[in-house]
């Protein structure tokens, strides 16, 4: 008898309890992604986001112009993550410096 892995998987990550830590992990990389869209390559190297915390995306700077140049655009990288993740996966961004 065969299963379908599309099928099973998600099954086997909710029945584990990591589905909320693969979520989070997603948006970790989906946001690694879109800095670049958002910020310079040499600013975009300085800024990596750390993890996601009651609906609030820390993200470390290396850089305070980084910081100072995505602080601005903070609600539009929120709607990109919403939009993508599913509204209200992300109520805003706190810098780490």
């Known amino acids: 008898m065969f299963y ?3 099928s099973l998987l998600p099954k086997s990550i909710k029945r584990a309890g990591i589905a909320n830590e693969l979520k989070n992990k997603q948006i970790i990389d989906f946001f690694n992604l879109a800095k ?9 190297d300085r800024v990596k986001p ?8 820390y993200i470390a700077s290396l ?4 910081a100072e140049r995505l602080g601005p655009r903070q609600a539009e990288i929120v709607a990109e993550i919403n939009k993508k993740f599913g509204p209200g996966t992300v109520k805003k961004i706190k810098f780490i410096t």
């Open 36 to 44: 670049k869209v958002f910020l310079r390559a040499e600013l975009a």
């Open 50 to 57: 750390m993890y996601l915390r009651n609906k609030i995306l």
């Open 4 to 6: 379908n892995l599309k």
């Open 63 to 66: 850089s305070s112009v980084a």
